[in-house]
RNA sequence: CGGGCUGUGGCGCAGUUUGGUUAGCGCGCUGCGUUCGGGACGCAGAGGUCCCCGGUUCAAAUCCGGGCAGCCCGACCA
């Protein structure tokens, strides 16, 4: 580690990430004031800090979702209890997470009202009344909304009984129109953001029939893997065929005027990704931001009161400002150095120029890279481009760690019973004719899981490849 | 839903086995002062239905009965 490292063990250090990883990422969450719990079991309250990432995410994803043609719009919280019941599978798939709202102005309703787990039912709902011609198609829609899923183990931000997130939905001519479409979200808008924005590889593929949405007939997956080798599904794009166009009678007029079902897809990403950045990057100090995520791109520290530094540091965050900087200006003089400088380093901040009287006699201050914990002496007009400098190169390192992280503990084996070995810590590539149905069942016994089928040099199946000649992915997951 | 464990200031815990004054400790919080180059220190404070209900007893955080809640591990999920 960095030689300026802060005293181990030191009283209130985090749990180091090695000795109990669960409770070093809670840790961070509460220390890092990024989210509680709520009152209700399950339920989270995203703090302003874990929301201001939430929102560049956010802002990411909703750049590239409106890149690829689809426009924000805004569905009902609560859905008829009959909706839900159109598609079997879909039923199937979300009957036990279903919270059910039994009673309104202080009656029982006649008719229950579900709060939505997905909005794929609503939504095609109104698919069906909007699409009539073949010109109105394709219909790209998106919303940003909160959902409500009955869950068993909650966990912030990882998993939780409301979540934040975006679904997209959209209808088609043909099928190669939809599955196009699922693809390009899928690279263009979540592989991209996750791996460009927040930094994180992803492996990508599609899930096998057991791990796939309920109602599709593809599920495409970006597939993270955390700082303790387990996956994370961090966004999915359905191809879902007909099957809700049915379900729901959404048809069109071709141009010969036949009338035909559309093809459609759906796709979501969530507050889950928060999390993911949490434990892709995080270490034992605390969380590390890629500086377009960050809240606070820099922090400039006052080391100790004094007039002549509080004026250095002052300017100095002036002219990072108009650098175009995120900068916080800490000049507290009722809490010690050392408290502040953790302080910042476990919320991730990328940078940290400290400012004191040793430095500015040198006409010099301190500037540390929080990715890297290295401390390097700057002069004062250097300081913006040092900054430049580091915030220029934080993400590329960040991903590379990871990416180098996610290679180590990728194991290519030939058979279940090695993948079973290696999938304990990591990943394991196994030829997928080697797991199949019967394998993954027993994978499930091991708490193992096949994340996705890819090709073994790592790209998507195109349109009916057999998944006889692809590689699944095994690991544990969250 | 099966197995294990725990409920004590905001957080983490001790005390419960063997009932006994005013229920402690660490962190955090408030005030004052000294500090400030990697989680500072002193002094003075605030903060409690000991999960709930009932029972035993002169006396219950502690013993008994019943409830409730939460955590961890297994079957489902973004």
Redesign the pocket.
Known sequence: M?A????PG?????TPRAEDF?RWYQEVVA?AEMAD?GPV?GTMVIRPWGYEIWERLQAALDERIKAAGAHNAYFPLFIPEAFMRLEAQHVA?FD??LWVVTHGGGRELEEPVVVRPTSETVVNHFFAKWVQSHRDLPLLVNQWCNVV?W?????L?????E?L?QEGHTAHADEAGARDYALRILTDVYQDAMEQVAAVPVLVGHKTE??R??GAVRTW?CEGMMGDGKA?????SHELGQNFAQAFGIQYSDATGVLRHVWQTSW?????LVGALIMSHGDD?GLRLPPALAPVEVVVLC???DDAVRRAASALADELRRAGRRVHLDDR???????R???W??KGVPV?V????????QGS??V?TRHT?T?QAVALGGVADAVERICGRAAGELRAEALAFRESRTASVGSLEEAVEAGASGFARVPWKAVREEGELQL????LSVRCLQRDDGGLASAGEADDALVAVVGR??
């Not at 979501?268 to 889950?272: C, E, K, M, N, Y």
């Not at 400290?354 to 006699?361: I, N, Q």
Request: charged content about 30%; glycine content about 12%; cysteine-free.
């Open positions: 960095a300026h490292g802060g005293a030191a009283k209130g250090a985090l669960p220390r719990n079991r798939g036990p997470e899923r869950e068993l183990r909650p966990r931000f990882l998993r939780t009984t979540f997130w057991r791990e949405f309920a997956t994370l599904q961090m966004g999915t979501g990403a969530s507050t889950r100090f080391v100790r009161e003089t009722d809490t010690g150095f050392g408290r400088t953790v302080d380093e476990l940290r400290e400012v004191g009287p040793r430095d500015l006699a201050v301190t540390v914990r401390k499930a016994s091991e708490a997951s969250y």
